[in-house]
């Protein structure tokens, strides 16, 4: 991994920083902003459906990883900034960047930005399975090496906390929605309506309905655009773990031992107090 300002990052993103640094928004882009693994690509298959009227099939166009340049990733011939500058627009633009990195651009044309959130240790849970299987990503190691690395926030996007705390603090400066995975799991209609209303679009109840179906776990998983399926298993071998892998809130708790949740609560404290953000562990 590399580093800059002392976040790590996949050594291949710090090779194109200056041009990641420098990519130009446009006014009508929408930013999908996310720590890794809190649901980026539940959101984004919503938000390009949501931007479609609800038409699926022209959403079925590409795999999400084309339809969405991902600007903090430099893997061709997976798109990212150079790609994303010969996009149309509204173009929707994907990072994991934390917020003191994201491109000042994305500031000076005042973007609209959604965040995506969920609780610490589902995060950690998926991200330990998806570094598993995703062979751009470091190894993970045992769980329970694991379990230091992200506390630690040596992980690739740096810390959780930090993360989320850096976005929370910019909500009120910058047009920036919060979305939480915790949410979305307990009622996606809702959620969808209000990234909707957010994007200045006012969907029929029969439009929201067939977003919601479209994007719900089950269909998902089977969606060859949304499941990373069309990626070969040498980048991403979902015989280790599939992608779309549980979808639950809560799946924590098959993996802390006792010993860990109490380390875990108590360094969780010590960093959230008087954040002001609350995430919901289960449901
Ligand atoms: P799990 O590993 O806990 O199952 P990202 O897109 O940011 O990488 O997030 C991936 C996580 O979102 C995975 O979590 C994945 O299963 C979950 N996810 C993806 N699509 C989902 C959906 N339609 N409903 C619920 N969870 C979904």
Excluded at 26 to 39: M, T, V, Y
Excluded at 240 to 251: E, Q, T, Y
């Amino acid at each position: 991994m590399g580093v800059v300002q002392d976040i790590p990052l996949l050594q291949t993103t710090c090779d194109i920083w200056d041009k990641i640094q420098n990519f130009q928004a446009r006014e009508d882009d929408i930013l999908i902003a996310s720590f890794p693994k809190a649901g980026s690509m539940w959101v984004q298959e919503i938000m390009d459906l949501i931007l479609l009227n609800g038409d699926i099939k022209k959403s079925m166009r590409a795999p999400c990883f084309l339809k969405v340049p991902f600007i903090d990733l430099n893997a061709a011939p997976l798109p990212s900034v150079e790609a994303a500058n010969g996009m149309e627009s509204p173009r929707i633009i994907k990072t994991h960047l934390p917020l003191q990195l994201i491109p000042p651009s994305f500031w000076e044309k005042n973007v609209k930005v959604i965040y995506v959130a969920r609780n610490a240790k589902d995060s950690m849970v998926s991200y330990f399975y998806f570094q598993k299987m995703n062979k751009m990503l470091p190894d993970p190691g045992t769980w329970n090496e694991y379990f230091s690395k992200f506390l630690a926030g040596n992980v690739p996007w740096g810390s959780w906390f930090d993360h989320v705390i850096g976005w929370w603090r910019a909500k009120d400066k910058h047009q920036i929605l919060f979305v939480f995975y915790e949410d979305m799991i307990e009622d996606p209609k809702r959620e969808i309506r209000k990234i909707s209303q957010f994007l200045g679009k006012e969907l029929t109840e029969e439009v929201l309905d067939i977003i919601q179906h479209h994007t719900s776990f089950d269909i998902m998983k089977e969606n060859p655009m949304a499941n990373l399926s069309t990626l070969p298993s040498f980048v991403i071998d979902q015989s280790i773990s599939p992608f779309i892998r549980k979808g639950k809130v809560g799946d924590w708790r098959n993996h802390f031992l006792v010993v860990q949740n109490a380390l875990f609560d108590e360094e969780y404290m010590k960093k959230m107090k008087g954040v002001g953000l609350n995430f919901r562990n289960e449901l």
